[in-house]
């Protein structure tokens, strides 16, 4: 649930961080950020379909986080690069809801498969509790890291 509770705050901090690092209006920004919330949307009941049929769910977990990790990556190279064409800018955060839709499509329905049935409830309020803790702290921890290192002075 840590990978998915890095990936909210992000987009949270994401409006300011695309209208500085790429100059792009405020409101454009915006318009990118609603991207992997929609490609999760979409994705979520195909990818786990595909999931249900591979059955591989740890692969489909680890290769997920790699994903996140080469996706975000990938933003800090783009950077870094001049005069981007929008869909460069777009693509990350297309991948960044293909990532999310790919994780959340494999690990909730793992938990039924290591847990007893009379657990189930417990188990998943554990799950939700650790993804609540980290969607508060995490915000804490990405402002204290913007505020030591300005986004304009990385650039």
């Not at 990118?32 to 949307?41: E, I, N, Q, S």
């Amino acid at each position: 649930m840590l990978s998915e509770a890095l990936f909210i705050p992000f987009l949270d901090n994401g409006n300011t961080y695309f209208s500085t690092i790429y100059n792009i209006p405020s409101t454009e920004a915006g318009t990118f950020l609603v991207l992997p919330y929609v490609f999760c949307a979409l994705l979520c009941p195909f990818l786990g379909l595909l999931v249900d049929r591979i059955k591989w769910r740890s692969v489909v977990i680890i290769f997920s986080c790699f994903m996140f990790v080469l996706t975000y990556g990938g933003m800090m190279f783009l950077e870094y690069q001049e005069d981007l064409p929008k869909a460069l800018i777009a693509l990350p955060l297309i991948l960044l809801g293909i990532c999310c839709a790919l994780f959340c499509t494999a690990i909730v329905p793992s938990v039924p498969m290591v847990v007893e049935p009379k657990l189930f409830g417990t188990a998943f309020g554990l799950m939700e509790m650790l993804q609540n803790l980290a969607l508060a702290c995490f915000p804490i921890f990405a402002s204290m890291i913007q505020n030591t290192v300005p986004i304009t002075e990385r650039r």
